[in-house]
């Protein structure tokens, strides 16, 4: 017994006959059965493609390196980051012997930084590779103050060999090498203050003001401002200047002071309140510097696709 045609073929069928005249039920002739079959087969096959011609024009789509702290034990974030909706390319464990679990294929986008800024550059899951450390974060003291555990220096040296051979593979500039809190400043402590980032210049991975660069611009800064620190304006100049998406309407309010508090994290932890102060202001003079002698021709590099949405962030690495 023939198989009753489709409902979707034998509604065209119908309609052919009736364009051709031809009353429905009527054997339609070989072409136009050809016809019919090609209209049902609607996928087609990929073409074989000759990757023979590389482009020179190209570099990675990864632009940053973001660091992160997951705040939880190493059971812990090894759960979250692989059975929620939060992830990261690399999870760098607190062993002994610290073990980097790779979570995300560094081809495609994980899901860490959320809404965050840097040198124009926004939403940067799109743009960068993800590392979590495990290592808990803030802990509140009895007189009310935050203690943020030491990063073991086995842990530090590991992600530091990561680091290197991701950098150099994706050729990530050193300015480019950051924490949540640089690219998020208005919501995230992480790495955090007990984050040694000294060590990783020290490892040629970032820029870092030496002495005699801190000697100079304390001199520099003292001639320029004698007798009272530089007004807001300047802070928040400086702070644009070396990547941060900071407020520019010259009034140190508090979302000013939180970015002023993320540059204290990084480079003069020892005290981080986003207060101004003239130490701060040399670090901050000096940084600058820096940076613009290596990345003036090289600032700009890279865009972002337009209208890139990310869904989630990393919420193990709560600031
Ligand atoms: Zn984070």
Redesign the pocket.
Known sequence: MPRPAPPELASRRALLSAALGAAPGVALGAGLSAVLAGCATTSAEAPPVDSSHPAQGQDSRALFLIL??TGESLADSLRILTQQAVSAHYLVGDQAQPVVYRLVDESRRAW?AGDSAWQGHTMLNASSIGFEIVNPGPRSQPDGSRLFAPYPPAQINTLIGLVRDIQARHGIRPDRILG?SDIAPQR?L?PGPAFPWRALAEAGLLRWPDAAQLRLHTAVLQRRFPDALPEPAWWQDMLAQVGYSVPRHGQLDSATRQVIAAFQMKYRPARYDGLPDRETAVWLQAVVTTDAADTAANRGAGTLPSGATQPGE?AV?Q?
């Open positions: 992160h702290y860490h949540h995230k992480d990393s690495c600031g």
